[in-house]
């Protein structure tokens, strides 16, 4: 696992973003798998001002969502398919038909999870995923004691995900209890993984993630098992790690780096 310690979320967005944008200049057709939430936003606003800029083309990319929310009204402003067409969809000009997020709507919950399984496939795969961490070391909607091996599918949120969550909606009990999200052993035959996160209320499952055991009680220790994640993190997520010196000097003098 690459872990880079950087000074701010705004060297995490360039840094991370330059990671996404190589992926897709060595493949432009690459497909990219989407967070949701407050942690890849910066990322997304620095890939879509270098394709405003003319230095980044992303009009050949396709896109998965991670997750999606069960149950929200069709067009909800909080539906991660509403939520990723004005975080990503629009400011990177991508072709809407190009992206494709699980039907948290479906009458048949488990047959969009399986139809969203065989849509990666038919796909090729997922080149880079991008991921943010949840406080509780989740990732995409994987809840603690998700299996490590999970595919996509229906699961029911934690109650510190949906308090989490609540920012974004009226109140607490908008928040929906259960979602459709790409399971751990989904994520992780993705090429690439692409972690971000940023300030201290993500430092320990930061820390738990990339220095504790391998377990699914911290979903995100997944990475540990993949050939080529990257987490970057800012000073306050990373303030729990105990190899901070170590990965500082290993990002400092990694081959080719400046
Ligand atoms: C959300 C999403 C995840 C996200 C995580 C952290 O609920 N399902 O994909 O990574 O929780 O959210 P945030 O980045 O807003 O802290």
Same mark, same amino acid.
């Given at each position: ?12 967005a360039r ?16 497909v ?6 407050s942690s890849?936003?910066?990322l *997304?606003?620095?890939l879509?001002?270098?394709v405003a800029?003319?230095w980044? /083309?992303?009009?050949?990319?396709r896109g998965?969502?991670?997750d999606? *929310?069960v ?5 909800h402003?909080?539906s ?6 004005r ?5 990177l000009g991508l072709?809407?038909a ?9 009458? /048949?919950?488990d047959?969009?999870a ?16 991008i ?11 994987n809840?603690?004691?998700?299996s ?5 599918r ?14 974004f909606?009226?109140s ?11 399971g ?9 993984l ?7 209320a993500?430092?320990?499952?930061v820390?738990?993630?990339?220095e ?6 911290c979903?995100?220790?997944v990475?540990q ?12 997520a990373?303030?729990r790690?105990?190899?901070a /010196?170590y *990965?500082r000097?290993?990002?400092?003098h990694r081959?080719?780096?400046?």
């Open positions: 696992m690459e872990v880079v310690i950087l000074p701010g979320p705004d060297e995490v840094v991370a973003a330059r990671r996404i944008a190589e992926a897709v200049r060595r493949r432009p057709d690459a990219v798998g989407l967070a949701t939430g890849p936003l910066g *997304y606003a620095e879509a001002r270098q800029a003319g980044l /083309d992303v009009s050949g990319i998965f969502g991670l999606e *929310y149950g929200l009204p069709p067009g402003p909080q991660y398919a509403s939520v990723l067409r975080t990503v969809v629009q400011p072709d809407p190009r992206v494709h997020v699980p039907d948290g709507g479906a009458a /048949d919950l047959a969009a399986a139809g969203f399984e065989r849509r990666i496939e038919a796909a090729g795969g997922i080149d880079v995923q991921l943010g961490i949840g406080a509780n070391g989740h990732i995409g909607f809840e603690p004691t998700s490590l091996s999970s595919r996509t229906v699961k029911t949120l934690a109650p510190r995900t949906r308090a989490d969550n609540a920012r909606f009226g607490p009990e908008d928040v929906p209890v259960h979602c459709l999200t790409q751990l052993g989904t994520i992780l035959e993705a090429r690439e692409v972690l971000v996160a940023q300030g201290r993500k430092a320990d499952a820390a738990a993630a990339v504790g055991p391998l377990s699914s009680m979903p995100a220790s990475l098992l993949h050939p080529r994640a990257g987490v970057y993190l800012d000073e306050a990373a303030a790690l105990r190899l /010196d *990965y000097h290993t990002w400092a081959p080719g780096g400046g």
